[in-house]
């Protein structure tokens, strides 16, 4: 195609897709995936695909209508997302672009990669220079906060499915011996060979997380993820200075410039931004040079569609976080052989919808 695909429309629909594995994490449960689907359709026939994570129901009628406002935006303009995500940061300057408007953003932006790469027929990472190679992956589909002795049964389950070499706990019991018990149980059942990581999902204080994290050290885990308010970067750099296991965060950072000021805090020694916090395709290829600069693993957080093709042409990329939350609504769901995600081989990001799963999930 020798001009950039012209902007037809925005289409956006909720859905309540079922989770495999309800999460229950030490900051609240979560009883379905709540998801906007977004199709960037073109003058030209393309159509470009993402979803949002919502949190919640409630938050996904918002997010609809911030889309409803990019859309009469962008109706008309060339699919370039520099250019479109240029746009829409200087007409949302007022109102800012962290939250809910953000995330509108960041799927506007990725649904605009996403038809560049049909244009062009290629795989998303192919576009963007890479290749199209196995991405490391661990299993973060379950071990929610639950009963101790289910645990065990549950590390072996999400092992085996997928051939993983890595799994996520949770953590942040009320009780501190009893996340000792859980880890324990685990790393008890999977043994050395697995690779354990545990998220405290912004549970404790920075005393707690600085106590807690020295009964956790010598327990053999990869990292502890988010003990702290994720916009602490002074706690988090004490926390990581106090311990012995690394410290990972990023799934919360709203744009690169929160980005810089938590590597230069020393908040971390990992890094997984999350796509739709982050700004989408392009906000992710700025953090990822950002991160190589200062020589930092980095990681992914939800959205394996994308996460996988984005890792590929990351240059300190570490693991990708394996979630199925879009599986029950997507035709073709991404792949996992022997613990790594396999990147499709088709034009774009590779998302086409289940329109019979769409009509089943969808709400009003």
Same mark, same amino acid.
């Given at each position: 195609?020798?001009?950039a695909?012209t ?5 956006? !629909?909720?859905v /309540?897709?079922p989770?495999k594995r309800?999460p229950i ?5 979560l009883? *379905?995936?709540a998801?906007v689907l977004i199709?960037l ?5 393309l159509?470009? !695909?993402s %979803?949002l994570?919502?949190f919640a129901?409630?938050?996904l ?6 889309l409803d406002?990019?859309r009469?935006?962008?109706k ?6 520099f250019?479109?995500?240029a746009? $829409?940061r200087? &007409?949302l300057?007022?109102?800012?672009? =962290?939250g #809910?408007v953000?995330l509108?953003?960041?799927? +506007?932006?990725?649904c605009a990669?996403d +038809?560049?790469? /049909? ?15 196995p991405? &490391?992956?661990? @299993?973060?589909c379950g071990?929610?906060? /639950?009963p101790?002795e289910?645990l065990?049964d549950e ?13 996520? #706990?949770r953590?942040? !019991? ?20 697995i690779?354990v990581?545990?998220? %405290? @999902?912004q549970r404790l204080?920075? @005393? ?5 994290? !020295?009964?956790?050290d ?7 993820e988010?003990?702290?308010r *994720?916009?602490? %970067? ?9 311990l012995g296991? =690394?410290?990972q965060i990023?799934?919360n ?7 810089? @000021? ?11 931004p999350?796509? /739709?916090?982050i700004g ?6 700025r953090?990822?040079?950002i ?5 930092m693993?980095?990681?992914s957080h $939800?959205?394996?569609?994308y996460?996988a093709h #984005?890792?590929?042409v990351t ?13 029950p609504i997507?035709?073709?769901?991404i792949q996992?052989?022997?613990?790594h995600?396999?990147?499709?081989d088709?034009?774009g ?5 289940n ?5 089943? %999930?969808?709400?009003?």
């Amino acid at each position: 195609m020798a001009t950039a695909p012209t902007i037809r429309n925005i289409r956006a !629909r909720p859905v /309540q897709a079922p989770f495999k594995r309800p999460p229950i994490s030490a900051s609240g449960a979560l009883p *379905h995936a709540a998801l906007v689907l977004i199709d960037l359709e073109t003058e030209e026939g393309l159509t470009g !695909r993402s %979803y949002l994570f919502g949190f919640a129901p409630w938050a996904l009628k918002p997010i609809l209508g911030c889309l409803d406002a990019m859309r009469d935006m962008l109706k008309g303009d060339a699919v370039a997302p520099f250019e479109i995500e240029a746009k $829409l940061r200087k &007409r949302l300057t007022l109102i800012d672009t =962290p939250g #809910l408007v953000g995330l509108a953003l960041a799927g +506007v932006d990725m649904c605009a990669w996403d +038809v560049l790469a /049909q244009a062009a027929s290629l795989p998303l990472a192919k576009l963007l220079g890479g290749e199209l190679k196995p991405i &490391r992956a661990y @299993n973060s589909c379950g071990l929610w906060i /639950q009963p101790v002795e289910t645990l065990a049964d549950e590390a072996e389950a999400l092992v085996a499915d997928g051939g993983f070499s890595a799994i996520k #706990l949770r953590v942040g !019991r009320e009780n501190p011996a009893e996340d000792l018990a859980a880890v324990r149980a685990v790393k008890k059942r999977v043994g050395d060979r697995i690779t354990v990581m545990c998220d %405290y @999902n912004q549970r404790l204080t920075v @005393n707690e997380a600085i106590l807690r994290g !020295r009964m956790l050290d010598g327990e053999g885990l990869y990292w502890i993820e988010e003990p702290v308010r *994720h916009d602490d %970067y002074a706690g988090c750099a004490r926390i990581a200075a106090e311990l012995g296991t =690394p410290i990972q965060i990023g799934e919360n950072l709203v744009d690169t410039f929160e980005l810089i @000021n938590a590597l230069e805090a020393g908040a971390m020694d990992y890094v997984m931004p999350d796509l /739709q916090r982050i700004g989408g395709v392009t906000g992710w290829l700025r953090a990822a040079a950002i991160t190589q600069a200062h020589g930092m693993e980095m990681s992914s957080h $939800l959205f394996p569609e994308y996460s996988a093709h #984005l890792l590929a042409v990351t240059p300190t990329a570490h693991w990708l976080e394996y979630m199925d939350w879009a599986t029950p609504i997507v035709a073709e769901p991404i792949q996992v052989k022997d613990g790594h995600l396999l990147i499709p081989d088709r034009p774009g990001s590779g998302i086409t919808w289940n329109e019979d799963a769409v009509k089943r %999930y969808a709400i009003a």
